[in-house]
């Protein structure tokens, strides 16, 4: 039996609602028939967004959405997404698919879907192929409360009051889809940037975010923090978690075998030394810590569905990724101290999303339901608490992971959350949780789980949900469980 031990009395920080973001991109059918339809679509929708999804998100908690990239951030001239629809410019989108982008859904409509969801802003601007003055005129157009020119076209186009834009990023993948450079050029060019991205709102100001490294590339941390340092208010991270190992040939989303399960869960654990070691050089050229780390993409990547576009990054999604999910927002949970904000990759119908449309069915993938039972995490407390978990052996990796992997929040009321995965695809495993000084009242749980390549889809979009969980005894000061093979449970722990 393995011990699990919390303590309600060791507060380390607040948990930032915003480490449970998303990221939507102009990429597939992320926007375009996942989340925006049209108004004169037959799909029920507001504005333009589908009501399913929205409500969807809602009931999930969405907290905050990344777009409008990614890689399209740094094509996109966002002059071609605003006035009449008819008349915007239409462009290629070289990145993904080489559609053809009829800026539909520009920054008036992100607002708009942001206001349905009443989620938090982040916007990413374009650095790579953009001016300046560009730049400064989008912050302009969406945050200037007055008399400017960005101002009366953004009455013009609908829209007398500002905004209300919490996160700016100045550019994305600069060292990659962003421009090709390198650090100390992209740090140079992010505080030439930056200083035309004003604060016209004295009460709220701009949270400003730096493009940071793509996964162990320290030396892009070191030169771009030696850099910018004061300038910046965060700096990000890129991890994707590819099975193989090798972005030709990446694995399939639902066929997999048990090793490549667990090089898979290997990987994703490869999150925690990622973060660790990004945050020692930062703080190396910050000894402050005033700046904090941003994860805005992560989750898994694998070989497209078969039959659909591969620029469009369509796939399917199993307990396998809810087991990603749950383990990694465990890990983002317990450096909450340093993390202000994380964006899953992505939102609907792109890479490991939580949800997925065919035309008007939408179905919620098992990553939604890790999303919808965390949700009390956000705001809450990290509060000090410990595992023992035995090893998993990778031999694809040649390393082992933890098996269980856990987390600990208390609200306002004292009411204490604990979140555990059982990474194992077979093996079970029976814990006993002590509180310290605390005797326990009422205690209720959930679980999500199932054979680790179970999936919802459009035929049976119920296969994989929460259900309640009731293999626990409660104890005077905590509980024994037994923890299911491949599974994701929460216990809701009062006083």
């Known amino acids: 039996m393995q011990k699990y031990l919390i303590n309600p009395n060791q507060k380390i920080a607040t948990i930032n609602k915003d480490i449970y973001g998303h990221f939507s991109e102009h990429l597939g059918r992320c926007i375009y028939d996942g989340i925006y339809v049209g108004e004169k679509s037959k799909i029920p929708n507001v504005n333009g967004m589908r009501s399913d999804v929205v ?32 008349s915007r410019k239409k462009m290629i989108n070289t990145h993904w698919g080489g559609v053809v982008e009829d800026n539909s859904f520009g920054t008036h409509e992100y607002f708009e879907l942001c206001r349905q969801l009443g989620c938090d802003t982040y916007v990413n ?42 996160y700016f990023g100045v550019g994305n993948e600069s060292w990659g889809c962003g421009g090709c450079m390198d650090g100390d050029y992209y740090g140079s060019l992010f505080r030439r940037y930056n200083t035309y991205c004003r604060n016209y709102n004295a009460e709220k100001p701009l949270i400003r975010i730096a493009c940071g490294p793509n996964v162990d590339d320290y030396n892009w941390t070191k030169k771009v923090m030696e850099k910018v340092k004061h300038h910046a208010d965060a700096i990000s991270l890129h991890y994707y978690v590819v099975p193989s190992g090798k972005w030709h040939g990446k694995g399939t989303a639902t066929n ?18 990622l973060i660790r070691h990004h945050l020692a050089v930062m703080d190396s050229a910050q000894p ?10 992560w989750g898994a990547w694998y070989d497209v569905e078969p039959g659909t576009n591969p620029g469009f990054l369509y796939q399917q999604n199993t307990m396998r990724d809810a087991i990603i999910a749950g383990l ?15 964006n899953i990759a992505q939102t609907v119908n792109v890479l490991q999303s939580v949800i997925l449309t065919d035309g008007e069915k939408m179905i919620k993938t098992p990553t939604y339901y890790v999303f919808k039972m965390y949700k009390e995490h956000q705001n809450n407390t990290l509060v000090g608490s410990y ?109």
Request: contains cysteine; charged residues 30%; proline residues 3%.
């Open 55 to 86: 409500d969807a998100l809602k009931e999930m908690g969405i907290p905050v959405l990344r777009w409008p990239g990614g890689c399209f951030a740094d094509e996109y001239h966002w002059k071609d997404g605003i006035g009449d629809k008819k």
């Open 125 to 166: 601007g374009n650095v790579g192929s953009g001016t300046v003055q560009e730049m400064n005129e989008w912050v302009e157009y969406m945050t200037f409360d007055g008399v400017s020119p960005m101002a009366q076209l953004r009455e013009k186009n609908g829209s007398k009051a500002p905004f209300d834009l919490k």
């Open 256 to 273: 997999f075998d048990t090793k490549e399960y667990k090089s898979t869960i290997c990987k994703a654990y490869y999150m925690e030394e």
């Open 288 to 297: 402050d810590t005033r700046v904090k780390l941003i994860v805005d993409e």
């Open 328 to 342: 990694t927002l465990n890990i983002f949970n317990k450096h909450a101290d340093r993390i202000m904000m994380a």
């Open 387 to 495: 595992i023992t978990t035995d090893k998993i052996h990778s031999d694809n990796d040649n390393k082992d992971f933890p098996q269980l992997c856990e987390s600990a929040s208390v609200d306002e009321n004292g009411v204490i959350y604990s979140t555990i995965t059982n990474t194992s695809p077979t093996k079970a495993e029976k814990i006993k949780c002590q509180l310290a000084d605390t005797r326990v009242g009422e205690i209720t749980a959930e679980i999500l789980s199932g054979e680790c390549h179970d999936k919802n889809t459009f035929d049976d979009g119920d296969c994989v949900k929460t259900e309640q969980f009731t293999d626990f005894r409660k104890l005077k000061d905590g509980f024994t469980a037994t923890i299911p093979a491949c599974s994701v449970v929460k216990f809701v722990i009062k006083k």
